[in-house]
């Protein structure tokens, strides 16, 4: 079946500029997760959705970042005003639900950069 | 706060070696543990987990075991191929299984 989608696979911005970054979880997948992975590193947890709410965003870095996921399904990671710093790799994945037990699929991955 | 830290690389080792990468993790509470691997060109992909101390994950010829009175979950297969060239990643689950993800390990195999 599908996986977990993400688009667009790169996305090249102005420093000060606003984007949008989609993700199409798995079907039937109530969690949604977006990670953001910088060159070398390991992914870092940005924000976490159960349903439509989101449950935990201790990990969106400041109030410039904001997410949303309005039917439970697909979810849009949004940064305004851009900042080189935000150059990254934006990873989502999906699970059944957010019990321990279930794994996480990742998505490909938006390469973001800011010029 | 809760870490996972993982063996630096890169690892450089000939096809058939014996492979371990180290990984240790903070003891908050009872997390579950994976090993993530990402192909040249391809997304994050679960490899294996233990959701339990003394659990043993094992997929493709690969295996780690929930070791928690060392607070451990080093990866280890016993004879590589070229095709396990890879970056891997050691994470723990946090609450509602929110990932936590070490610095991940560059593997290179060579023929």
């Known amino acids: 079946g599908a996986g977990v989608s993400q688009t667009p696979s790169n996305k090249v911005t102005e420093k000060g500029k606003y984007v949008e970054l989609r993700c199409d979880p798995i079907?039937?997948?109530?969690?949604l997760y977006w990670y953001r992975q910088s060159l070398g590193q390991g992914p870092e947890f940005l924000i976490y959705f159960q349903g439509t709410g989101a449950a935990d965003d201790s990990g969106l870095p400041n109030d410039r970042f904001f997410a949303v996921r309005p039917e439970g399904s697909v979810s849009t990671l949004k940064i305004q005003r851009t900042e080189r710093g935000d150059s990254a790799v934006y990873l989502c994945a999906s699970s059944l639900t957010a019990l321990a037990e279930n794994t996480q699929y990742f998505g490909p991955g938006t390469r973001l950069t800011v010029l | 706060g809760d870490s996972v830290t993982q063996m630096e690389g890169p690892v450089t080792l000939s096809e058939e070696a014996f492979l371990t990468i180290n990984c240790t993790y903070t003891a908050t509470g009872y997390p579950s543990l994976f090993w993530y691997v990402q192909y040249p060109g391809e997304g994050l992909q679960l490899l294996l987990k233990?959701?339990?101390?003394?659990d043993k994950g094992s997929n493709k010829g690969f295996e780690a075991t929930y070791r928690k009175e060392t607070t451990s979950f080093h990866l280890e297969k016993g004879s590589v191929q070229v095709s396990d060239s890879a970056v891997y990643f050691c994470a723990r689950g946090q609450g509602a299984q929110k990932l936590v993800f070490g610095q991940g390990t560059r593997l290179t195999i060579n023929p």
């Open positions: 079907s039937g997948h109530t969690a």
């Open positions: 233990a959701t339990k101390a003394d």
